[in-house]
C-alpha cells in the first residue's frame, strides 16, 4: 500500500496493491497488519461500522462531522467517481478551515483516510456512485452536525451543476457561524 500525504496533515490517500489482468482486478480492500505498519501515519487498525451509500448523479452529500463522538472515516469509491472534500473544523487547528479534495473512482481503487475533527463531504461525478466508508465510532443521530456546503467563504468547487442536495445539508450554517458548535484541536 502506497500513503500519499494531503494538504491537510492526517489526512491520506490510500493506494491499494492492485493486480490486473484480462478478467478485471483484485486488491485487498482491508488488512489490519498492513494498518499496523502505519499507526505512526495515524491509520487505525480498529473499525466499528460501515456504511455503504448509493447515490445519483449531482448528488452531494454533506458536509457532515459529529462534535462528542467524533468518526475518523476511511472513505472509497467502489462504483462510479466521486468528487470527495475534507474540511478541517477543529477550532484552534494550524489548518482550521482548510479543506482538500481527491476524485475517488471505483476503476482506480483508492481510499481516503479521513481523521477525527474533520467534516466529510462528496457529489456524485457519474451516473451513479457507490461510497463505502468505515468509520472507527458508531454513528450517533443526537450529535450529528455539518457545515454548509456551499459556504462563499470556503469557496469549494463543486464539480456539479445544479447539486442534489438533502433539506437538512442545505440548513446547515457556514464555518463561521458554527463555530460554537465546533469541536477544539488537541494536538
Given at each position: 500500500m502506497?500513503?500519499?500525504?494531503?494538504?491537510?496533515?492526517?489526512v491520506l490517500l490510500l493506494e491499494p496493491r492492485l493486480f490486473?489482468?484480462?478478467r478485471g482486478f483484485f486488491y485487498e480492500s482491508f488488512n489490519v497488519e498492513s494498518f499496523a505498519g502505519h499507526t505512526a501515519e495515524g491509520l487505525p487498525t480498529s473499525f466499528v461500522q460501515?456504511?455503504?451509500?448509493?447515490?445519483?448523479?449531482?448528488?452531494?452529500?454533506?458536509?457532515?462531522?459529529?462534535?462528542?463522538?467524533?468518526?475518523?472515516?476511511?472513505?472509497?469509491?467502489?462504483?462510479g467517481s466521486i468528487y470527495d472534500v475534507v474540511l478541517?473544523?477543529?477550532?484552534?487547528?494550524?489548518?482550521?478551515?482548510?479543506?482538500?479534495?481527491?476524485?475517488?473512482d471505483g476503476e482506480d481503487p483508492r481510499y481516503l483516510w479521513i481523521p477525527r475533527?474533520?467534516?466529510?463531504?462528496?457529489?456524485v461525478l457519474?451516473?451513479?456512485a457507490d461510497v463505502v466508508y468505515k468509520c472507527t465510532a458508531l454513528y450517533a443521530a443526537d450529535d450529528d452536525r455539518g457545515v454548509l456546503w456551499s459556504d462563499p467563504q470556503l469557496a469549494i468547487p463543486?464539480?456539479?451543476r445544479d447539486p442534489l442536495v438533502s433539506p437538512k445539508d442545505q440548513e446547515y450554517a457556514t464555518l463561521d457561524a458554527a463555530r460554537s458548535d465546533l469541536p477544539r484541536y488537541s494536538p
Open positions: 502506497k500513503i500519499h500525504p494531503t494538504e491537510l496533515p492526517g490486473r489482468d484480462t460501515d456504511n455503504h451509500s448509493r447515490s445519483v448523479a449531482r448528488v452531494l452529500r454533506g458536509l457532515h462531522y459529529q462534535w462528542r463522538q467524533p468518526q475518523g472515516k476511511l472513505v472509497t469509491c467502489l462504483h478541517d473544523v477543529r477550532i484552534g487547528s494550524p489548518t482550521f478551515g482548510r479543506w482538500t479534495s481527491v476524485t475517488l475533527g474533520f467534516a466529510h463531504g462528496f457529489c457519474s451516473a451513479v463543486w464539480p456539479v
